[in-house]
């Protein structure tokens, strides 16, 4: 399947259970907002950059469950593998941009 960035930073906020407007601009989303959690504060604001900022993949990352993230790390080297990468040692886990982060987290929840 064949998704845009913005598609999948879409997925990602979606799976992380956030509620993608579908009736404002494509790129914002009520934060915060749980969904069958609804909270009349809650403004929308612009999706996170997953695929541009590591301080914005991080969290979702973290988020995942202990049993899931051993697949992470499978995807992650799949993903540095792809990138050109023959060996992969530990560095490059960390060194690992957000892009390569936020593919192999989709990866990991089969969204795309």
């Not at 988020?63 to 992969?88: C, K, N, Q, T, Y």
């Amino acid at each position: 399947m064949n998704l845009t960035q913005e598609q999948k930073r879409i997925r990602i906020a979606e799976a992380r259970g956030r509620v993608v407007q579908s009736d404002g601009p494509p790129d914002y989303c009520l934060i915060g907002l749980r969904k069958g959690v609804h909270q009349p504060d809650d403004a929308p604001v612009s999706i996170p950059d997953y695929f541009g900022s590591v301080d914005a993949i991080m969290p979702a990352v973290r988020e995942l469950p202990a049993a899931m993230r051993s697949v992470f790390l499978s995807r992650l080297a799949d993903v540095l593998i792809e990138s050109g990468l023959r060996e992969i040692s530990t560095f490059d886990y960390a060194a690992a941009t957000a892009e390569q982060h936020a593919e192999a987290f989709g990866r990991t929840l089969n969204l795309w």
